[in-house]
C-alpha cells in the first residue's frame, strides 16, 4: 500500500518517495512551512515535525515566571531563615575562632611583635600587650649572619648606654620589619643601645635612620 504525502496527503509512489521528520513527502513538496522554499536533506531544520528554512526556524523564547503573592511570601521566609543562618555562624564564629597552627616564620613575626608592644591571641589576631607582659615576654632571638661570610669570634655585648656607642657593620643587612633599619657592609652606627644579647637600638649614620639592629652583624670601633 503507497503511502501518503505529509504535505499534500496525496499518493506517494516509490520513485517520488522522499523520508523525513519521521514523514513521508513528495520531494516537490518538502519545503519551508513559512516560505515555500524548496528544501533538501542538507539545508532543512525540523520543528514539531515541519520543514523550516534558516532564516524562518522558530526561535524559542524564554517564558517570564509571574510573580505570585505566595510565591513573594515563600521568598522572603527563606531570605530570613538564610539571614539568620549567616548570623548565627557568624557569632559562633567570633566565639570560637579557629586555631592556627604555628610554623617559624608565624612564631619570628610573633616574636617580632612583642619588641614594639604587640601581642598575638590565639588564631594569629593581634592585641596590645600590658606592661607586664612586655616585661617577661620572651626575648627575639638575632638573624643568623650570611652564609657566605661567616662572623669572627663572637663580639662581648657591650654596656647598656644611651649614646657616644660607635659600631661598625660586618655585613649587608636588609630590615625584615618595620621597626629594624638596612644597613652596607662597613657602614657606622652611632648612639646604640643594647636591647638584649640578640640586638641593638641604633642610627645609621649614612642615612639617619634608627631602629633594632643585630648584633651579631655589628662591631665596636
Not at 519545503?31 to 524559542?60: D, I, R, S
Not at 527563606?78 to 555562624?89: F, I, Q
Not at 616574636?111 to 589576631?125: E, F, L, M
Request: net charge negative.
Amino acid at each position: 500500500m503507497s503511502a501518503k504525502c505529509a504535505k499534500c496527503t496525496k499518493t506517494v509512489y516509490k520513485a517520488e518517495e522522499f523520508r523525513c521528520l519521521d514523514q513521508i513527502w513528495h520531494k516537490a513538496c518538502f519545503k519551508c512551512k513559512e516560505c515555500g522554499m524548496t528544501l533538501t536533506m542538507k539545508n532543512y531544520k525540523g520543528f514539531e515535525k515541519q520543514p523550516y528554512c534558516g532564516a524562518h526556524y522558530p526561535q524559542l523564547k524564554a517564558t517570564s515566571v509571574v510573580q505570585t503573592p505566595e510565591s513573594q511570601r515563600l521568598a522572603k521566609i527563606s531570605e530570613m531563615n538564610s539571614g539568620k543562618l549567616y548570623r548565627k555562624d557568624f557569632e559562633e564564629s567570633i566565639h570560637n575562632p579557629t586555631a592556627v597552627a604555628d610554623d617559624p616564620e608565624t612564631a619570628r613575626v610573633r616574636n617580632q611583635g612583642k619588641i614594639i608592644g604587640v601581642n598575638y591571641a590565639a588564631g594569629g589576631q593581634p592585641r596590645q600587650a600590658s606592661v607586664e607582659q612586655q616585661h617577661y615576654d620572651e626575648e627575639p632571638h638575632a638573624p643568623a649572619p650570611p652564609a657566605a661570610m661567616p662572623p669572627g669570634p663572637p663580639q662581648a655585648p657591650p654596656g647598656r648606654r644611651s649614646d657616644g656607642a660607635r659600631y661598625q657593620a660586618l655585613y649587608d643587612y636588609e630590615a625584615a620589619d618595620p621597626d629594624e633599619v638596612s644597613f652596607a657592609e662597613g657602614d657606622y652606627l652611632t648612639q646604640c643601645e643594647v636591647i638584649d644579647e640578640g640586638w641593638v637600638m641604633g642610627t645609621v649614620e649614612n642615612t639617619g635612620q634608627r631602629g633594632m639592629i643585630p648584633s651579631n652583624y655589628i662591631q665596636e670601633v
